[in-house]
């Protein structure tokens, strides 16, 4: 049975929901950060040297990296053909396009405004320039996506939708997505899934 290091607040929250979609028998062992620094504790670091969650093990397969999970557990415990375009067709580089930049590119600038915003100081202004300007480049694009285009891969939700979820969420909760009407409906749309509203409450 697949093993999930949940850590409260964090985007372990993603292979919570991805079970929950699969409708797959899991364990979650739930790990709390520190409350003064809000870093994993140590209890993580046992299980893989870089403390972050998630991680999952499945038998000896011990894999960290969210997207990395999710294609893993589609991989393992699926026919192929759920909740991701077919392999090899257009739709299905956009799926794998949209997997990645929830880490790749849009988590750099959000993570970063987050940050900007818990602390109390003057301001770098080369750095919070680069910040807006990637900010705005990034959720204009998923602005205009979502405008033609139900979920990010296309017309089906996919595990894609999962990846992208979480940054979203962290981008509304720091006022990131005032104006961003399509991307403001679709967040109600995805969070309105029984398996979200089930994940939710494990995690
Ligand atoms: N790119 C990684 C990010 C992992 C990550 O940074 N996880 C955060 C929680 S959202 C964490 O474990 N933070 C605790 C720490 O850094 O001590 C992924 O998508 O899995």
């Known amino acids: 049975m697949i093993k999930v290091h949940h850590l409260n607040r964090s985007r372990s929250k993603r292979v919570i929901w991805l079970l929950e979609e699969l409708a797959l028998t899991y364990h979650v062992m739930y ?29 000896d397969t011990v894999i960290c990296e969210s997207s990395v999970i999710l294609e893993y ?30 880490e790749g590119s849009l988590s750099l600038a959000v993570i970063s405004k987050l940050f900007i915003s818990m602390e109390e100081r003057a ?13 705005a480049l990034n959720l204009d694009y998923v602005e205009t996506t979502l405008s033609k285009q139900n979920y ?8 894609a939708d999962i990846m992208m ?20 409906s679709y967040l109600d749309l995805v969070q309105s899934r029984a398996a979200y509203l089930h994940a939710a409450e494990k995690g």
């Open 73 to 102: 557990i589609l991989n393992t415990y699926t026919d192929g053909t759920q909740l991701r375009p077919a392999a090899n067709t257009p739709e299905y580089y956009k799926y794998l396009e949209w997997l990645n930049f929830a």
């Open 123 to 135: 301001g770098d202004q080369a750095f919070d320039a680069y910040i807006a300007k990637e900010i």
């Open 152 to 159: 990010f891969a296309g017309d089906e939700f996919s595990a």
């Open 31 to 59: 790990h709390q950060r520190d409350p003064k620094t809000q870093l994993a504790p140590d209890t993580l670091k046992a299980v893989h040297p870089l403390a972050k969650a998630p991680v999952i093990e499945d038998g």
């Open 165 to 184: 979820t979480i940054m979203l969420e962290i981008a509304q909760q720091i006022g990131l997505l005032e104006d961003k009407t399509h991307t403001l």
